[in-house]
């Protein structure tokens, strides 16, 4: 399978991966030929892109970092959470998510090894919680590749399930305002880490190192975040890397108020923040393990072909296994080259994501 931008779609593509409406709804199932009125469909929902199998790329394998199975699951639980918040009321509430987050645990130390190769397919409406998911994920991997223990991990994922719960108190015309915000409007949610922690300390007994992470997930490591304005070792650790997470996660979601960025765009912006906006040492894991360039995505070369992105190698982002199909503006008979491995290739670059297939 590979990855199609969804203004590259045609008609008579075979769909690869099942499409969801919103958080649970099956909208195209997998093996679907896609129709005109299937990619508008596609559009009006607001996919960066999908998944399709072709003769290029049959063979080609992308492995979910966790399961769809417990990703639903994971969004079921969480989304429960965030309702009763909204809801309001005042009694203590047990916390419904250990399970979960152990589960994903389980399943990211069984793949310790992998990439993290993250296209994720999620339409705009599902964005609080699949954004929720992959900020617990991504934070996950991180602590996996710190080597955390397995309780210190629990925390870690619970804390990043939650960081965002404060921004139910926040009226949704300032969240999802398509235009810049007045100063009000950004003081206002600048609220959203304290109101979430001091909204979880109230109802669920969560341990401290999950409610830290929420406070401290906008702290920059120079300084200028917020609430405190905490630097460097005054921000707890997990708050440092549930802000790399979210900030990735963030960029490369489709937001009212901006597209998204493609994952390459997106490291970039990290890799430029080490030292300021985030810990260096965090970004040092964090580009080691996500790949700017994921499997199954097309991409330009210095040298004019065009490819798909076959395999990554952990520490070496830049230097996949790659398909050829085109040189130039020429078609050609599809063959591998490693630009990690082939001597004659160690001078050629990836240029860009590319923008037709
Ligand atoms: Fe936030």
């Given at each position: 399978?590979?990855?199609?931008?969804?203004?590259?779609?045609?008609?008579?593509?075979?769909?690869?991966?099942?499409?969801?409406?919103?958080?649970?709804?099956?909208?195209?199932?997998?093996?679907?030929?896609?129709?005109?009125?299937?990619?508008?469909?596609?559009?009006?929902?607001?996919?960066?892109?999908?998944?399709?199998?072709?003769?290029?790329?049959?063979?080609?394998?992308?492995?979910?970092?966790?399961?769809?199975?417990?990703?639903?699951?994971?969004?079921a639980?969480?989304?429960?959470?965030?309702?009763?918040?909204?809801?309001?009321?005042?009694?203590?509430?047990?916390?419904?998510?250990?399970?979960?987050?152990?589960?994903?645990i389980?399943?990211?130390?069984?793949?310790r090894?992998?990439?993290?190769?993250?296209?994720?397919?999620?339409?705009?409406?599902?964005?609080?919680?699949?954004?929720?998911?992959?900020?617990a994920?991504?934070?996950?991997i991180?602590?996996?590749?710190?080597?955390?223990?397995?309780?210190?991990?629990?925390?870690?994922?619970?804390?990043?399930?939650?960081?965002?719960?404060?921004?139910?108190?926040?009226?949704?015309?300032?969240?999802?305002?398509?235009?810049?915000?007045?100063?009000?409007?950004?003081?206002?949610?600048?609220?959203?880490?304290?109101?979430?922690?001091?909204?979880?300390?109230?109802?669920?007994?969560?341990?401290?190192?999950?409610?830290?992470?929420?406070?401290?997930?906008?702290?920059?490591?120079?300084?200028?975040?917020?609430?405190?304005?905490?630097?460097?070792?005054?921000?707890?650790?997990?708050?440092?890397?549930?802000?790399?997470?979210?900030?990735?996660?963030?960029?490369?979601?489709?937001?009212?108020?901006?597209?998204?960025?493609?994952?390459?765009?997106a490291?970039?912006?990290?890799?430029?923040?080490?030292?300021?906006?985030?810990?260096?040492?965090?970004?040092?894991?964090?580009?080691?393990?996500v790949?700017?360039?994921?499997?199954?995505?097309?991409?330009?070369?210095?040298?004019?072909?065009?490819?798909?992105?076959l395999?990554?190698?952990?520490?070496?982002?830049?230097?996949?296994?790659?398909?050829?199909?085109?040189?130039?503006?020429?078609?050609?008979?599809?063959?591998?080259?490693?630009?990690?491995?082939?001597?004659?290739?160690?001078?050629?670059?990836?240029?860009?994501?590319?923008?037709?297939?």
């Amino acid at each position: 399978m590979r990855f199609i931008p969804t203004n590259c779609l045609q008609e008579g593509m075979q769909l690869a991966k099942p499409l969801y409406k919103g958080d649970h709804d099956l909208m195209l199932a997998a093996g679907i030929k896609l129709t005109p009125c299937y990619i508008s469909s596609i559009v009006r929902l607001r996919y960066q892109g999908v998944y399709i199998d072709d003769n290029l790329s049959k063979d080609i394998e992308v492995v979910n970092i966790i399961s769809d199975e417990l990703r639903r699951e994971t969004m079921a639980a969480i989304s429960k959470i965030f309702v009763t918040a909204e809801q309001g009321g005042r009694v203590k509430h047990k916390l419904d998510i250990n399970k979960q987050v152990g589960n994903i645990i389980d399943e990211l130390l069984n793949n310790r090894n992998m990439m993290v190769n993250m296209m994720d397919l999620r339409s705009f409406d599902s964005y609080t919680y699949s954004h929720s998911i992959n900020v617990a994920v991504l934070s996950i991997i991180i602590g996996i590749t710190m080597n955390y223990k397995k309780d210190d991990l629990v925390k870690l994922g619970i804390g990043a399930l939650l960081h965002d719960i404060g921004k139910v108190f926040i009226s949704k015309e300032i969240l999802n305002k398509a235009g810049p915000l007045t100063a009000a409007e950004y003081n206002t949610i600048k609220l959203h880490p304290q109101m979430g922690y001091d909204y979880v300390v109230e109802k669920y007994l969560v341990p401290i190192l999950s409610r830290v992470t929420i406070a401290d997930h906008h702290e920059k490591y120079d300084g200028t975040g917020y609430p405190r304005g905490k630097k460097k070792s005054e921000i707890s650790f997990f708050g440092r890397i549930a802000a790399v997470a979210d900030v990735y996660d963030a960029l490369t979601s489709e937001r009212p108020y901006r597209k998204a960025l493609n994952p390459s765009d997106a490291m970039e912006y990290i890799m430029a923040g080490s030292g300021t906006q985030f810990d260096p040492d965090v970004i040092q894991i964090f580009t080691r393990k996500v790949a700017p360039f994921p499997v199954g995505t097309t991409v330009v070369l210095s040298n004019g072909w065009t490819g798909i992105v076959l395999e990554n190698y952990e520490s070496l982002c830049l230097r996949p296994r790659i398909r050829i199909f085109r040189q130039g503006s020429q078609d050609v008979e599809p063959f591998e080259i490693s630009l990690k491995d082939d001597f004659q290739y160690l001078n050629v670059t990836i240029k860009e994501p590319a923008d037709s297939v």
